[in-house]
């Protein structure tokens, strides 16, 4: 929820959940497109002619708008839509339910299980900021309300439907250090969500943004009006062929440089893949009621370190896939990855621990349930590579080779399959 970070500031589009933790995190490791991050290098373009009847702008100076925005404070209700392409879990979610909340003492409130609902169907939010240390986030139900709020160094989510509630106190030093890194957080807003779960339009722009450069085509394309406030349209393209995802709209706040809206569409054609935008939208300082939180009385509370020492006994199916932890995008991940190409055509090659493939058939470790939802997923392909399984949604394609190889990216299966026949 940063509204006034620079365009290059590390956004990350990591949560496409299939509705759990570790398929998450694992099966689409949307991170890996964080690979085609570069310098951003824009085609000058003017705005055309449009409703409103704005000034010009060339698409150079709307990112320098974006990326000097100081608006620190804002309120409103965001409208997010999502769809990967992801098959239903159906039975799934029943055999790995031990492994989400509320399995093995877990909590309904904690967020790794919880924003990851925003990788797919159509959800509304309300949002409220001010400045780097107070951010709050809730996922509204028709009959209840899930809650993430950050008031300096405390972290608090509830969960109005189950009671429950989730604590957790941020090492800020070690927050500060993730962000100089790159990873975690906002570097000047921080963020009360889990990392690669966006939840503003600012947010989704940044990660398309930070992946411009001689590959992207950036122009201006008109005006709009998002939430009664008057926008320009910045449109990102990729210039290179094979890769799924067409182009990105953002409107942009004709005033403040904020992002507004967000929509990417497929290259393959079709409804949007991510359609997210302000609804309702406030510049003024939020109330500070906003970012406190008491759990009512009888409220279920779980610890982040308790949580965390119980998701460590936890078998969620990303721990069926060999090599899931490289898939994570993580350090480890890091050591066996090579990445093939550039742009938004950039592959990922990932060499998995101990040269293992998917698993081939259900057995006591891969459950029958687990077993179908693969194939529901993935296409058999071969090549001079051998044999393998792709992975596909609708943004994000991994090819898991027999031998131990995962090649992924914002790619289609036929680019990825080529990468692995000249690896071979």
């Known amino acids: 929820m940063a509204p006034n970070d620079s365009a290059g500031t590390s956004g990350g589009t990591r949560g496409t959940a299939v509705g759990r933790r570790k398929a998450a995190r694992y099966i689409v490791p949307v991170a890996v497109a ?5 310098t951003i290098g824009l085609v000058p373009a003017l705005a ?31 409208k997010i839509s999502t769809d990967l392409g992801i098959p239903s879990l159906g039975g799934l979610a029943e055999s790995f ?69 989730y604590h957790a106190t941020e090492d800020r030093a070690a927050k500060d250090a993730g962000r100089d890194a790159g990873r975690g957080a906002d570097k000047k807003s921080g963020h009360p969500v889990p990392d690669g779960v966006p939840t503003t339009p600012k947010a989704l722009a940044e990660q398309v943004l930070k992946a411009a450069g001689p590959t992207t085509s950036v122009t201006v394309d008109g005006t709009a009006q998002v939430a009664g ?35 990417l569409l497929p290259s393959a054609g079709g409804k949007a893949i991510v359609d997210a935008g302000f609804t309702k939208v406030d510049f003024s300082k939020p109330d500070a009621s906003s970012f406190t939180f008491t759990p009512p009385k009888g409220t279920s509370v779980t610890e982040a370190e308790d949580a965390k020492a119980r998701h460590g006994a936890d078998k969620g199916l990303g721990d069926l896939i060999p090599g899931a932890e490289a898939l994570g995008a993580g350090d480890q991940g890091a050591k066996d990855t090579k990445v093939i190409g550039e742009g938004w055509s950039a592959i990922a090659e990932i060499s998995t621990p101990g040269a293992a493939g998917l698993p081939s058939k259900a057995s006591d470790d891969v459950p029958a349930e687990a077993q179908q939802f693969l194939g529901a997923l993935g296409d058999k392909v071969s090549g001079k590579f051998g044999s393998g399984t792709v992975l596909k949604t609708r943004l994000i394609n991994a090819l898991v080779t027999e031998n131990g190889k995962v090649y992924v990216g914002a790619v289609t299966k036929d680019a990825l399959v080529k990468a692995a026949n000249d690896a071979s």
Do not use: C
């Open 34 to 38: 964080g690979v085609a991050a570069a």
């Open 97 to 165: 339910a031990s492994g989400a909340a509320g399995g093995k003492g877990g909590s309904g409130a904690d967020p790794q299980e919880r924003m990851t609902e925003l990788a797919s169907g159509t959800h509304t939010l309300r949002v409220a900021a001010d400045g780097p240390d107070k951010q709050r986030v809730s996922i509204l139900d028709d009959a209840a309300e899930y809650s993430l709020i950050r008031n300096g160094d405390q972290v608090w989510a509830y969960d109005s439907k189950s009671d429950e509630a």
């Open 229 to 263: 406030r008057d926008a320009y349209k910045l449109v990102v393209k990729p210039k290179q062929s094979g890769s799924t995802i067409g182009s990105a709209t953002i409107a942009v706040d004709a005033e403040n440089g904020v992002p507004l809206k967000f929509t």
């Open 48 to 78: 055309s002619s449009g409703d409103p009847d704005l000034p010009k702008i060339s698409a150079q100076e709307l990112i320098e708008k974006i990326a000097a925005s100081d608006t620190e404070q804002l309120s409103g209700t965001v």
